[in-house]
């Protein structure tokens, strides 16, 4: 049984008439890689900007490694490390001087510092790199200095805020790869993500967010128990068609694009017979599709009476 490194008791946060956080609550077991995902604005910045001590929450307790961070904010800030959504590189230094700087920042000896930088750029791919102006880089290569950075002074929590978002898919798989080297070495590493894919890929814990809380959480494997596999999407002309299909096969409408979405094993077999149901009450779909699921279908499937039922 892992410890909790990262302790959360029902935080609320708003900005003028906005509620962005209203009762969050979790934990994070040490040495694990933890993903809250949540859609565009759903409050993951703010919650890992009070985790980090940058932004105050309005009432909730965080603890952080036992260290209540509003009695030890400075004693917190030592055990973690921060990237954000945005490189916070200099883009007119090289990378091996971005380092430099930063090392310098954490008062070390020079010795050190120049130890400490080869071995990070080593580490996360950078050498030839090294010495070529960051405003060069792509936009992994910054992520990943970023993050090299972030880590010049061995932190044991390490939050990164949607580590991949506008990355091309080579360089997203680069950085999962990298994120997954990182847990290896036992830190723990606490990250905001708008994909499934992505959390499902890197965590042991998946926390989901709507309306300012955790609506669901669980391993990868609880989450798509509970939504299915894939998903079948019934397109209609007519919103009255698609309300008897609905009613028919139970799945979850959309009423602005008329369609239905239901689960499916994939099987042909079974779109035949949800064919023929339809068929034999006068309905035809105006198309059909197989799809992954997605963070909507999750949401949806949350908020619905069936997966109440079912959840994890
Ligand atoms: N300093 C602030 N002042 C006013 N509103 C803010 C402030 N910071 C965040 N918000 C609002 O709080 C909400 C949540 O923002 P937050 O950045 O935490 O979401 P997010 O889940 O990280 O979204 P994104 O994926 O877009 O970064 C948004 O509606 C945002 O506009």
Known sequence: MHDSVISVLDLKKS???HTVLDGLSFEVARGTIFALLGENGSGKTTTIRILSTLTMADHGSVRIAGLDINHAPNDVKKLISLTGQYASVD??????????IMGRLNHLASKKVKER???????????DAAKKLVKTYSGGMRRRLDIAISLFSNPEIIFLDEPTTGLDPRSRKNMWDLIQQLAKTGVTIFLTTQYLEEADQLADEIAIMNGGRIVQKGTAEDLKRMIGNEKVEL????????????HL???QMDTTSLTLSLNTKGQT??????LNVLHEHGIEPTSVEFRKPTLDD???????????????
């Open 15 to 17: 900005y003028g008439a």
């Open 269 to 274: 077999e079974e779109l035949r017979n949800l």
């Open 298 to 312: 999750v949401f949806l499937s949350i908020t619905s009476p069936a997966a109440e039922r079912s959840a994890v």
């Open 235 to 246: 397109g209609f002309n007519q919103l009255g068609y698609l309300e008897k299909a609905n």
């Open 117 to 127: 930088t080869r071995e990070l750029l080593e580490q996360f791919d950078l050498v």
């Open 249 to 251: 096969l139970q799945g």
């Open 91 to 100: 883009e007119l230094l090289t990378g091996e001087e971005n380092l430099f």
